[in-house]
């Protein structure tokens, strides 16, 4: 009997240790892709391709390459740790594939055998065991390619490891991407050459000359306001005009309590009606008696004595009625702030200033303090239109500061307008005014305090 023939097509059934084998392939081909996308940093990532590539693709050594333009850095090698810089098996691989890109480019999958490709007048080749090689790129969504491994050893590369390789290679890009973004990819210049153009910037900049300046709150005054002070010592009765009235010249702006000077001008006038009467009557005893002519001289004496305290009386009973000396505004604070509160002669109560006459009042604390000359240009930022500054010079500044508002130490100085400026600039407005300094680089601009703290804590 002829035996039966199997039907073509049937499949071919694989032996027990082969079968075993693919199974072995495909389960560790799922633990690195499962693996590789369970990794939390790039640097994971290429200690992962070193290490694990090498059991499925059957290589003896593998190399990740980082390929950003104009550069090509080995960043991990397969049981090694760490990677010297200047080793000449580092240098020779970079070179290698450096030259690999000239010649071939690092698009597709490339296997060749050494010393293809090699830098000319490399010796390292000559002591390096594993001479056949192969290019596996990474690369984006766009086939931008950001990575690659090379893979080498001592036998030829068959095309269904390279079939693996790549299947790997797709899974890394992958993860890669995921962990870096593209856009981080995708940069022209490696980290390091643009972080030494930055600083070297950054350096030049600090050589800018730059004009010194200070922000510092300031008020707009009157120039050379009258002081309305009181007038001898006394409680004030009565305030007779309200803040920012306009006043002229003569008109009453405040009274004193005037009771204990009114009696005392009474009092003073009786005294003169006493002397006077004395007087008389010495005066015409005196025409028979030549005692009493003695007596004539002091009986004179007392009523000038008395004649003198009643003007005195009526003049200080007059001055407790204070009336402006000039037209302009009246400037204080409050009428509840003053009526019945006593003052000392020569007290600032008020201010009368001519409303067109304005300057600028600017308080620099001392800590903000900078040498500021006459003349030094200022930038006034008023509450009423900070979108409009207005220009200004100093005039003047304070010799030893002084405690303002808050128990601040400040210098107070001053600065007169450049010109008449468009819009009223109504007294007592505040804002903040910049004063430009001599010009200084811009490196001591920004360290002036912190050098200046530095000094006083370390005395440096």
Known sequence: MQGVEKPVGDPIKLQPPAAAAAQHAYELLLRIEAEARRVESVGELRFLIANETMKLAKARQIFVLSVPKGAFKVETVSSIGAVDRNAPRIRFIEGLVRQLAREAGLAKIKAFTLPAYCPPGEIEQDSYPFRFMAWVPFRLRDDHIFAGMLLARETPWPEADLLVAERLAETYSHAWRALSGPRRLKRKLPIKPLLGIVTLLALAAMFIPVHMTVLAPSEVVPVSPEIVAAPLDGAIEEILVNPNASVVKGQPLFRLADTALRNELR???????????????????????????????????????????????????ARTDVKAETDGVVIFTDKRDWIGRPVSIGERVMEVADPKRVQLRIDVPVADAIAVENGAAVSAFLDSDPLRPVA?????????????????????????????????????????????????????????????????????
């Open 392 to 460: 200004a010079k100093t005039l003047s500044s304070s010799f030893d500061p002084q405690m303002i508002e808050g128990n601040i130490l400040a210098y107070r100085i001053y600065a007169g307008f450049d010109a008449a400026p468009e819009r009223g600039l109504r007294l007592g407005i505040r804002g903040t005014s910049q004063i430009f300094g001599e010009k200084v680089p811009l490196a001591y601009y920004l360290f002036r305090r912190p050098i200046a703290a530095i000094r006083q804590r370390l005395g440096l």
């Open 267 to 317: 009092v003073a006038e009786q005294d003169v009606k006493v002397a006077q009467a004395r007087l008389m009557q010495i005066s015409q005893r005196a025409i028979a008696d030549p005692e009493a002519r003695r007596d004539l001289a002091v009986t004179r004496s007392e009523l000038s004595v008395a004649s003198a305290k009643r003007d005195y009386a009526a003049d200080m009973l």
